[in-house]
């Protein structure tokens, strides 16, 4: 609405040789339209930026991890036999209740009991969410090279992805169940495909080289048996709702701008009667012809661009040739590049196996404490993704506001007017039937989903392995999904491959000049026979283009040296002869 013109806009265009586009969006009407429209235009668009940028990160989900430690014990520690702390290998921290605390939950039957392979894919995540601490335990053969007589083997402290100074570090995700592997399956770490587990049977080593005890001679450290099963601490931390109302007060704002755009438009609008269809003018140049396009009734879009001699004061009378036209030349070249270019931006990325839009320590591509930075990272792709749409549109919208034209020429029908007289057809839609409309936006409420999953924020929450909340170590990180991109691309593939097989496949029936919603052409095609006044009445009418003259029985003679004449009429209208001439 904004960008359609009025008539006296489009004459003001014509009279400086320049066409404007009726029935599609049209950055270059902004240039002829009223100001405030342009404004109100540009205000819109400008307002929308900060939506797409901050509107998903309004609200957020902030996670829970948990720290935890894991503690390696023979069975005999479940019966009560005696250990020692201090002869213990510890990680980072020595942790000396902590033990007794696992023996007293076992004895209170508040451990949940899982076998190896339970145990290592419970614990092989990036944020630990449903258990918390564990004991490994071990038959009572089990020993550690240098520590006899002691059921507590070994202890080390997991930190839930982040180390303790609230940096991440990939090795961290579930260290100990790899040994020196960063990542790794179970059965990669098992004998006899997934029997028995010891991570320090294939890591040699329980403690990373900045951790040492200097006093133990570590090329020595080594369990020498099995994990039989875990004793799990199970938790419930509670997810929470996170509001940043720096974004909420810029989505309202933006959102109050909009609402004051949508009145500003419905004021300006509804005074002037612009050209918001085809229909519309069509209307408008048979109610007052434009007298500069006499006698070039089968000017296409093509000659207007093209042909120096169309805004001459000379006839210019054209041979009709007959051609069907694909549906692609209904929209220029530009309207072409601005939709598949955006669509090809990012190319391939590398696919891999982290998961749909699951955090992983591996996928995180920027970390801030800031929501706000983050949330413009994570969406600034849905940006890419709007102006797809508007892009996609609007081809679609060339499209098929050419057919809709040429269809004038193939039955008789009303005009489909922005504001409908009588028979007139009204506005159900802009110029994109719903069989059209439905699918393209459903495919782009699909494609931002995609992007969605693609790049996210993530809040997490730390948990201590007593349960107590860490604030200090609660950050955002920015994550991208492999497999998200993957479905993003494929799908972005399928929607040009939609385009390309509409715009090739159909085409345009051979009963008509391709106007393709250029002003000046449309204005061509309305002109009446050798000038006659259209009568008002007409546009209620039911109408059809083509030929008329001595070829129908509407004008009489029509010799003119053999130059034919087509137009819109209320009356019957002949098809085009092929290899004739018309003005």
Not at 21 to 30: D, P, Q
Not at 244 to 260: A, E, F, G, Q, R
Not at 519 to 547: F, N
Request: positive net charge; hydrophobic residues 40%.
């Amino acid at each position: 609405m904004l960008s359609a013109p009025t008539r006296k806009e489009v004459d003001a265009a014509h009279a400086r040789r320049k066409w404007l586009s009726i029935g599609v969006a049209s950055f270059k009407n902004l240039l002829y339209v009223d100001r405030r429209k342009t404004f109100v235009y540009l205000l819109l668009g400008i307002s929308s930026i900060p939506l797409h940028l901050l509107w998903n990160s309004a609200f957020l989900e902030s996670l829970a991890s948990n720290e935890y430690v894991y503690s390696a014990v023979t069975e005999s520690f479940l019966e009560g036999a005696p250990w020692n702390n201090s002869k213990v290998f510890l990680s980072i921290n020595q942790y000396p209740d902590e033990a007794q605390a696992m023996l007293n939950h076992y004895t209170n039957d508040s451990l949940i009991r899982l076998n190896t392979t339970d145990c290592f894919n419970a614990y092989d995540v990036t944020f630990m969410t449903e258990y918390s601490n564990v004991l490994l335990v071990y038959n009572n053969a089990a020993n550690i090279n240098g520590v006899d007589n002691n059921s507590l083997l070994l202890q080390g402290l997991n930190n839930g992805g982040f180390s303790q100074s609230s940096s991440l570090t990939r090795c961290s995700q579930g260290k100990w169940l790899c040994g020196p592997n960063p990542r790794c399956a179970f059965n990669q770490t098992a004998r006899d495909n997934g029997s028995p587990w010891n991570p320090w049977e294939i890591w040699g080593l329980s403690i990373g080289e900045q951790e040492r005890d200097p006093s133990q001679n570590l090329s020595s450290i080594k369990i020498e048996s099995f994990i039989e099963h875990c004793l799990a601490e199970q938790t419930k931390r509670p997810c929470s709702l996170a509001i940043s109302p720096p974004i909420l007060v810029t989505v309202l704002i933006c959102n109050i701008i909009k609402i004051l755009c949508f009145g500003a438009t419905l004021w300006i609008v509804g005074s002037q009667y612009p050209l918001v269809t085809n229909g519309d003018a069509i209307q408008s140049f048979l109610l007052q012809s434009d007298t500069n396009f006499k006698n070039r009734c089968l000017a296409s879009r093509t000659d207007v661009e093209n042909n120096k001699r169309f805004w001459s004061d000379q006839p210019l009378p054209i041979m009709w040739h007959g051609r069907r036209n694909v549906w692609a030349v209904g929209a220029t070249k530009g309207v072409w590049l601005a939709t598949f270019i955006p669509l090809w931006v990012g190319g391939p990325s590398a696919i891999a196996s982290e998961g749909f839009g699951r955090p992983s320590l591996s996928n995180i591509i920027f970390r801030s404490d800031s929501p706000v930075t983050n949330s413009l990272l994570a969406n600034t792709p849905q940006i890419i993704v709007s102006y797809i749409y508007l892009a996609y549109n609007n081809l679609f919208t060339h499209m098929l506001a050419t057919a809709e034209v040429m269809s004038y020429s193939t039955s008789r029908k009303h005009l489909r007017v922005a504001f409908s007289r009588g028979k007139q057809r009204s506005r159900k839609f802009l110029q994109i039937p719903y069989k059209y409309g439905i699918p393209i936006m459903t495919a782009s409420i699909i494609l931002h989903w995609l992007i969605s999953q693609s790049l996210f924020l993530v809040r997490v929450t730390v948990y201590d392995y007593k349960g107590i909340p860490q604030p200090d170590l609660a950050i955002s990180v920015t994550q991208f999904s492999s497999y998200a991109i993957l479905l993003a691309l494929c799908m972005g593939g399928a929607m040009l491959m939609a385009v390309l097989i509409v715009g090739v496949v159909r085409r345009f029936p051979a009963t008509m000049p391709l106007a393709a919603c250029c002003s000046a052409s449309l204005a061509a095609l309305c002109q009446p026979y050798h000038g006659r006044v259209t009568e008002k009445d007409v546009i209620m009418d039911s109408l059809q283009w083509g030929a008329i003259g001595d070829e129908s029985s509407e004008m009489g003679d029509n010799s003119n040296d053999g130059v034919g004449h087509a137009c819109f009429s209320a009356k019957e209208v002949l098809p085009l002869v092929v290899a004739k001439t018309y003005a």
